[in-house]
């Protein structure tokens, strides 16, 4: 997937893995999504499924463990940590539940 003029938002293969001494835990496997300018989106399932864990990608509030993120054209990963702080200061609304 390659993001295109009107996409806000694209995922293309992205996983997260959570490590603890013992334990992997995959909360995301393989996510593909695109969003385009002007869409409303809902996420929904049920409890442990990985919404809040895609939500914290998609704010960024966390970094995927693999795949690509896309936001406004550009690639996440590309990202310094204070454009990232700017863009989740200016641009993105997030409400904790």
Not at 71 to 79: M, P, R, T
Request: hydrophobic share 35%; net charge negative; glycine share 12%.
């Amino acid at each position: 997937m390659t993001a295109t003029n009107d996409t806000l938002i694209g995922l293309d293969g992205v996983t997260k893995v959570f490590m603890t001494d013992e334990v992997e835990t995959h909360a995301l496997s393989g996510i593909h999504l695109e969003i385009k300018n002007g869409e409303y989106v809902s996420i929904a399932g049920p409890s442990g499924c990985g919404k809040t864990t895609l939500l914290s990608i998609l704010g960024l509030l966390d970094t995927p463990s693999d795949g690509k993120y896309w936001l406004n054209g550009k690639q996440v990963a590309d990202l310094s940590f204070s454009e990232r702080a700017r863009i989740r200061n200016r641009e993105i609304g997030f409400i904790f539940q």
